[in-house]
């Protein structure tokens, strides 16, 4: 009887060390809020040999950033415009347009480690009498560097330019961005575990004890 009790203890502090190990691997997340107004520069180059078809670059700044993102960068998206109605819809992926070409990517960075990164979707309407370019979309986090490790979420924003008369100018205007990311964080490992594999050990000394006892008094 004492073996087989001794023999049960033995793989139930072994189940509550297991226990201990799954709780550890276990992830919270820690969410952070983003507002901020960038100042952006934004160029449109023509695809050649496709009118209406364009590859977008955006930069932007901000001292004031949350997190010290003072930088953005959106680099090789592309974007199409319907003639008729004035509308520019944007996008990372060349291939929706029939294009070979790398994927789009949104970068927010500073002087730090921190990034965040992704990319983004959009849709603008060209004014050409009052010089303007207005649009909305939102920016996919898919990443982030430093603290920002893991991170994901979703950034709306809005965005109001001024058309340069020159179609080879960049136009500049401001971006303004709202949302939040969360970023993966560890769950310390509880010490629970090792009482309770204590508590097993224990259990099976005195058991033995019991068992000495019993011996003696028989003898």
């Given amino acids: 009887m004492l073996h087989l009790r001794i023999t049960w203890l033995i793989p139930l502090a072994f189940t509550l060390v297991g226990f201990g190990s799954i709780t550890k691997s276990a992830t919270a997340q820690t969410t952070y809020p983003f507002e901020a107004v960038y100042d952006t520069e934004a160029t449109l180059r023509p695809i050649p040999n496709r009118s209406n078809l364009f590859q977008v670059f955006v930069s932007g700044t901000n001292p004031d950033a949350p997190y010290g993102l ?34 789009g ?90 009482a309770l594999v204590g508590i097993g050990v224990t259990g099976a000394g005195c058991l033995l004890r019991q068992r000495r006892l019993r011996s003696a008094k028989k003898s």
């Fill in 70 to 103: 003072t930088n953005f960068t959106s680099t090789n998206n592309y974007s199409q415009l319907d003639p008729a109605t004035g509308v520019l819809t944007f996008g990372p992926d060349p291939a929706t347009l029939g294009l070979e070409g790398p994927f």
């Fill in 105 to 194: 990517r949104d970068e927010f960075f500073g002087s730090s480690d921190d990034s965040l990164f992704g990319s983004s979707t959009a849709t603008g309407l060209l004014d050409f009498q009052n010089l303007t370019l207005s649009g909305s979309g939102t920016v996919n986090i898919t990443g982030g560097t430093g603290r920002f490790s893991g991170a994901i979420g979703t950034l709306n924003f809005f965005e109001n330019d001024e058309l340069n008369p020159d179609p080879t100018a960049p136009t500049r205007g401001r971006a303004i961005l709202s949302g939040f990311f969360q970023v993966p964080e560890k769950v310390p490992e509880p010490r629970t575990n090792l």
